[in-house]
Each structure stands twice: as structure tokens, then as C-alpha cells.
């Protein structure tokens, strides 16, 4: 079974540039995430899919944090424009509601590295 | 106070040994907490979730759960230098703490 990809691994943009994020979730799930990792830190919830509608972007900064998960199935989060403290590790997550022990595991992908210079 | 503490480390245990990593969190209500692992530069992998109240075993690896105490844990039982990594607390799946820095030195 292939996992979650991401694209690009890493991103080096300045500062008030925009990047875009790229994740297609395991073949079947249905709920996808997106995180912030700062270094030192942990993930960060940004925003959570269902299908194709947002069940949580409490945390996501809406004034420069968008994403889209059209169709259901791939996604993409955007920064436009970027800051300093935007440099972190974004990480995009797939889970299927299933039974059984394992219905709330998550699957991680590699993540793609941003740095903001 | 933060929704999930734990101690950033180093935990610093010799190959064989026991290592016991804690969290303690804030809300009440949490049902489900989860232990992952991330070794540097790679992404968490779950190791161990746990929802009831006491021990819950899994080859070398044991968590323990007390809700009234808000606190969970995790036993690493003879730990090897693989073990070498971040384990990450979360809470209600989303919610992650720092992560505790475990070495394991031979």
C-alpha cells in the first residue's frame, strides 16, 4: 500500500513570497490533515479534512494560510505571504474511519521543509 | 498551561535498561492518547494508543494511562540504541506534546 506523498521535500522562498504544498493521502482515506512542526516542537494542527469539507482550521492563520482539498482526495495548503516564523516542517496526515483497534491511526508523510530567509 | 507537557530531555538510559517517558495534560474530557516516534529528519509513527485507565502491553513497549491524575506514560523495557529518537505525546490524536528526546547508549 503506498503512503502519504508530499511535494516538494523542501522549499527555500523569502520572506512575502507565496509556496504551495502538495499531499495525496493514502488511496481510501477520507480524513486528511495538515501540520505545522517547528523545530523543537510538535505538530501543530493547522486543518483537518473530511472528504472534501474542513472540520477543524481553528489554528490555521487565515490571513495567510489557505488550503483546498478538491474532489476529496488530493490537497493543498498555501502561504501567501510568508514570515520568518513560517519556516517549519509541514506535515500532511491521512486516516480512514474504519472498526476495528487501528480506526484512528494516522499516516504521516516525509513532510516538505520550508525555509523562509 | 500547555494542553500536553512533556519533558523536552535528553532522557539518557544505558542499552538494556527501562525507560519511562511521561505526559500530563490539561483537559479533563480526553478520551484517547497516542505515543509516536520520530526519529530526526523523519515523520511520527505511532507506536502505542491507549484509551482505558492502567497498562496496556505491546511487545517491548508498555503504555499506562491515569485519568484522574491526567498523566500517561510509556516503558521502553530493554532499550537498544534504535530506540534513539523523539516520542511524541498526543491527546485526542490531534493534539501533540514537544516530545521527549530519548538516547539509548550502548
Known amino acids: 500500500e503506498a503512503g502519504v506523498a508530499q511535494s516538494p521535500r523542501y522549499k527555500i522562498i523569502e520572506k512575502r513570497q507565496s509556496v504551495a504544498f502538495w499531499c495525496n493521502p493514502i488511496?481510501?482515506?477520507?480524513?486528511l490533515y495538515w501540520y505545522q512542526q517547528i523545530l523543537g516542537q510538535g505538530p501543530k494542527l493547522l486543518i483537518q479534512?473530511?472528504?472534501?469539507?474542513?472540520?477543524?482550521d481553528s489554528q490555521l492563520p487565515k490571513d495567510r494560510f489557505s488550503a483546498e482539498r478538491l474532489k476529496g482526495v488530493d490537497s493543498t495548503l498555501k502561504i501567501q505571504p510568508a514570515k520568518l516564523e513560517d519556516s517549519a516542517v509541514y506535515l500532511c496526515?491521512?486516516?480512514?474511519?474504519?472498526?476495528?483497534?487501528?480506526?484512528?491511526?494516522?499516516?504521516f508523510g516525509p513532510g516538505t521543509r520550508l525555509t523562509v530567509l | 498551561q500547555k494542553e500536553v507537557e512533556q519533558n523536552s530531555g535528553p532522557l539518557s538510559v544505558p542499552e538494556g535498561a527501562i525507560a519511562s517517558l511521561n505526559c500530563t495534560y490539561s483537559?479533563?474530557?480526553?478520551?484517547?492518547f497516542f505515543w509516536y516516534r520520530q526519529y530526526s529528519g523523519k515523520s511520527p509513527e505511532l507506536i502505542m494508543f491507549?484509551?482505558?485507565?492502567g497498562d496496556k502491553e505491546d511487545g517491548r513497549f508498555t503504555a499506562q494511562l491515569n485519568k484522574a491524575s491526567q498523566y500517561v506514560s510509556l516503558l521502553i523495557r530493554d532499550s537498544q540504541p534504535s530506540d534513539s529518537a523523539t516520542y511524541l505525546c498526543?491527546?485526542?490524536?490531534?493534539?501533540f506534546g514537544t516530545g521527549t528526546r530519548l538516547q539509548v547508549f550502548p
Open positions: 496526515a491521512s486516516s480512514s474511519p474504519q472498526t476495528g483497534e487501528f480506526d484512528n491511526e494516522q499516516f
Open positions: 488511496s481510501g482515506h477520507a480524513t
Open positions: 479534512f473530511q472528504n472534501n469539507g474542513v472540520v477543524d
Open positions: 483537559d479533563r474530557g480526553s478520551q484517547s
Open positions: 491507549i484509551y482505558s485507565n
Open positions: 498526543a491527546v485526542k490524536r490531534l493534539i
